[in-house]
Structure formats: C-alpha cells, structure tokens
C-alpha cells in the first residue's frame, strides 16, 4: 500500500524504483499498466519536477485518488495509435526516460518499446519469472548488445529486471 492505494508492486520493487530514478536521473516515468494506480501516484507524490505517465487499457480498477489525473491514460498500449503517442513522450523528453512494463503481456511490451528508447534511457519488465521469463533474460543478453543489464541478480531476486540502452559507437 503506497499513500493509501494498494499496489502489485513489493516494498523492495517500490525502493528499487527510487534507486533507478537517483542514480539515473529519470526526468520521464511511463508505467505500461496502471492497474490501481498505486505506483503511479507514488510517482507523482515524490517526483513532482518528473513527468509521469501511466496507460491501462481498462480504468475499472482505478483507485478513486487518480481517476482523473491527467497523468492516467485509458489506453490499449498495443495499438498503433499509443504506440505513437508514448514514442512522442519518449522523443520529447529532456532527460532519461524510465519505461516499467507492468500491463497483459510483459514480454510483448518490451519487444515493442525497446527501439523506442534513446542512449540512456532505462526498459524494467516486471513479474520475474514468472512474465519477465528467463528466456526473455538471455535472449536479451545473447542478441540486444545495446542493452545493459542493471544490477543483474539483484533485480532478478526482487522479482524485476532492467536495463540501460546504451550506444555501441
């Protein structure tokens, strides 16, 4: 529970957040999956100068704190249309970007959105091992040599994996 809003996220994922968003001076969060909206509005209460956005494709479940925000899009995150509008978010930003992929299909997520990142920019998938599968992990690490795992064990044993896309130049 994060500001009186439950969320699928564990203490330790929810700190692992703050320690990427420091290190890397995240100045975009997007979340792939609202679901409650916990995360999202811990995300708006403690980095109020980062732009947050958060899209779920059914606002049913939506905690009466962040029905409304302008933060929180009602959106199919695998239709062409969002595809669009989060890669324009992605381009417009002034810093790093940190994309959490936390919706229906984690795996299809990351395939989608990781060419839209820049150098720097941060792709965490969520639910390891269970959605953020291990073969997803090595195919990453055997064929996206623009990637970078964080913190690689430490991640995985939190139930989370991320990494850092980087220029091979």
């Keep these: ?3 009186g809003i439950p ?3 564990l203490e330790e994922q929810i700190n692992m957040f703050h320690r990427l968003i420091d290190k890397y001076q995240v100045k975009t969060f997007i979340e792939l999956g609202t679901f ?6 811990e995300m ?4 109020p100068e980062m732009t947050v956005y958060s ?3 059914d606002g049913s479940h939506l905690h009466q704190k962040v ?10 995150v695998f239709q062409e249309d969002t595809v669009n509008f989060i890669s324009n978010i992605i381009n417009s930003s002034n ?3 940190l994309l959490f992929c936390d919706n229906g299909n984690k795996v299809k997520e990351f395939y989608l959105y990781y060419p839209l990142l820049r150098c720097g920019d941060l792709i965490q998938v969520h639910d390891y091992p ?3 599968t291990p073969e997803l992990v090595q195919d990453v690490s055997e064929n996206y040599f623009d990637l970078e795992p964080i913190d690689l064990d430490y991640y995985l044993e939190n139930g989370t994996v991320c990494w850092r896309k980087i220029s091979l130049n």
């Design 44 to 47: 708006i209460l403690k980095y």
């Design 7 to 9: 969320t699928a996220q």
């Design 95 to 97: 810093g790093t970007v």
């Design 1 to 3: 529970m994060l500001n």
């Design 67 to 76: 029905i409304g925000l302008p933060q929180i899009h009602i959106r199919d």
């Design 55 to 57: 899209f779920d494709v």
């Design 130 to 132: 269970a959605e953020a």
């Design 36 to 41: 409650i909206g916990g995360l999202a509005y």
